[in-house]
């Protein structure tokens, strides 16, 4: 294909705030999770797509396989879609009072 440009997994963007590897990054539409540190107006790289542990709300109780959504407010990751951006499944279950949990990161929705 004479058109194709990359797999897009992993997408280099100007970093709109510092980011440190590891953070969760919304920039428009667009979610991914930094592969390095960058400070405002650096180039990042965000990885789309792949398993990631990431913080959550204490009080959620998440299921396998629940859609989970990244709330911009705190940088955490919830079962509560209103007002937050849809970015992945859960692939393990994590309780009522758990840190984090298992995300499969969709790439796009």
């Known amino acids: 294909m004479k058109n194709f440009v990359q797999a897009g ?3 280099t963007v100007t970093a709109a705030a510092a980011a440190t590897s590891g953070d969760g990054v919304k920039i428009g539409s667009l979610f991914g999770i930094a592969a390095g540190d960058a400070e405002t107006g650096d180039p990042l790289v ?3 797509a792949g398993v990631f542990d990431m913080p959550k709300v204490a009080a959620d109780d998440i299921t396998l ?3 989970i959504y990244w709330r911009s407010s705190d940088g ?3 079962t509560t879609a209103s007002g937050n951006t849809k970015v992945g499944v859960a692939v393990t279950a994590a309780g009522n009072g758990a840190a984090s949990v298992r995300v499969r990161l969709n790439g796009a929705f």
């Open 9 to 11: 997994e992993n997408i």
């Open 46 to 48: 965000l990885v789309t």
């Open 65 to 67: 396989g629940a859609a």
């Open 76 to 78: 955490l990751v919830t």
